[in-house]
């Protein structure tokens, strides 16, 4: 056990997000290793009505006296995709653990300095790939492992949601914005996961919304071992929606509808030599699963799967996308 935490992790918050009910204030209230405790954002007033609406008992001035107050062990950081990397460094340097939210960092040359500053600290660094702790994906990478499906041939992923809102910061370069980062980043961590290897990326495109900034995008995949793979996403195409992960081997096929969000509706369709089934699992929130990991991690030392280092590979093969689009990578804000 951390022996700064007695027990019980006290968390704080970065900005009022609406993402941190879902992912952070909800969970917590259902596990009683960890306690939302503050809050901090740019506007003291949304703050304060946050903590109220939320129960939350100390509100600060500012990001940096939240990450440095002494009564906290560890920061939720769902603030804008540029700013990530600033406050995990922030957050290392006043000895808090992170969880922190997809994607991890900006571009991998961040990623990497960040994983560095992880490795030297005795600190838990974790991104909230939240579908990854979930029992649809435990058990997916389990039917992979058992080479039910024989020797891989293709993985094809795909995260697609309508985001028509284009004052919206997902679409802000400036905030390393783009439907890769915020979906995007999804579909190549599923790629990733369900592909077992680290693929290279042979070719993508891009749907604009304007020069810099990517609406939709698509990219095609190779692995060391010789499967292809595709990933797409979106936040504004004529995919509308589309949540899902097929991965095909030489003798069977497994197909996860929705794993992103699995309490919201799944089902996983597996074919093999022997026969079809179809499966669902729990619909307890994928979210709940992660912070279960998170405060494992931080109170007994339990390894998890969504570490610093496997954030520079996944942010590596974004950057490798944007490129082969023929767009700049993203850059810290």
């Not at 993402?19 to 939302?36: D, F």
């Not at 490795?119 to 435990?138: G, I, K, N, Q, W």
């Not at 292809?228 to 504004?236: A, K, L, N, Q």
């Amino acid at each position: 056990m951390s022996d700064d935490t007695h027990g019980r992790i006290r968390i704080g918050i970065l900005g009022a997000a609406n993402i941190a009910p879902q992912a952070l204030i909800g969970p917590a209230g259902r596990n009683p290793e960890v306690e939302v405790t503050a809050i901090a954002a740019r506007d003291r007033v949304r703050a304060q009505e946050f903590a109220r609406k939320h129960g939350i008992g100390q509100v600060y001035d500012s990001y940096q006296a939240l990450v440095e107050a002494p009564d906290l062990d560890a920061v939720y950081i769902p603030l804008p995709n540029g700013l990530h990397g600033r406050w995990i460094r922030a957050a290392l340097a006043a000895g808090k653990h992170v969880l922190c939210e997809k994607p991890f960092t900006a571009d991998a040359a961040e990623a990497r300095e960040i994983a560095k500053l992880a490795e030297d600290s005795d600190r838990v660094v974790m991104e909230a790939f939240h579908y990854r702790y979930h029992p649809l994906t435990r058990e997916a990478e389990k039917i992979l492992a058992t080479g039910e499906l024989g020797k891989l041939v293709r993985v094809e992923t795909a995260l697609c949601f309508p985001l028509p809102k284009f004052a919206d910061i997902r679409y802000n370069y400036e905030l390393a914005g783009g439907a890769l980062m915020d979906a995007g980043c999804y579909a190549v961590h599923m790629a990733r996961t369900f592909g077992g290897e680290e693929p290279e990326v042979i070719s993508a495109r891009a749907k604009l919304r304007d020069p810099r900034i990517d609406r939709a995008m698509s990219a095609e995949l190779r692995f060391p071992s010789g499967h292809t793979g595709r990933i797409r996403c979106s936040m504004w195409s004529s995919d509308l929606v589309r949540i899902s992960a097929t991965i095909t081997g030489e003798r069977g096929s497994l197909r996860l509808f929705n794993p992103v969000v699995p309490q919201m509706g799944h089902v996983m369709a597996l074919r093999t030599e022997s026969g079809r089934s179809l499966r669902t699992f729990s619909r307890r929130p994928s979210y709940d699963y992660q912070l279960d990991a998170f405060a494992g991690a931080v109170l007994r030392g339990e390894p998890i799967l969504t570490t610093a280092g496997d954030a520079v590979s996944n942010m590596s093969v974004i950057d490798d996308i944007y490129q082969a689009a023929g767009l700049p990578l993203r850059q810290p804000s």
